[in-house]
Nanobody
């Protein structure tokens, strides 16, 4: 079975940093595009960042550009999201998702383009 497991969430003060990790279990994440999404209470799920299978191509939402960075380590089967200068509006449940397999430069930004999802990790930023 293919599973994605997120970790690294927690409570942090405004201006602080967190590093989220998405670990693939039961399959090689190498050939998949991976995205991070988030959902705050009462709001729709929104795109945060995506990375193609090789890591050569990334795309970040405008709301996090310059503060968040997506990266991957295919040897470790992980995709990370480094989050700096956190704001209260970044508070949400963060999910990673996989799309593929493919060998393209795809960085999908729509949740319906993804094939499987993790359970999420909570990030809470206190002001």
């Amino acid at each position: 079975q293919m599973h994605l497991v997120e970790s690294g969430g927690g409570l942090v003060q405004s201006g602080g940093s967190l590093r989220l990790s998405c670990l693939a279990s039961g399959f090689d994440l190498d050939y998949y595009s991976v995205g991070w999404f988030r959902q705050a209470p009462g709001k729709e799920r929104e795109f945060v960042a995506a990375i193609n299978w090789s890591g050569r191509n990334t795309y970040h939402a405008e709301s996090v550009k310059g503060r968040f960075t997506i990266s991957r380590d295919n040897a470790k089967n992980t995709v990370d999201l480094e989050m700096n200068s956190l704001k209260s509006e970044d508070t949400a449940l963060y999910y990673c998702a996989g799309e593929g397999p493919n060998y393209s430069d795809r960085c999908p930004i729509n949740d319906y383009e993804y094939d499987f999802w993790g359970q999420g990790t909570q990030v809470t930023v206190s002001s």
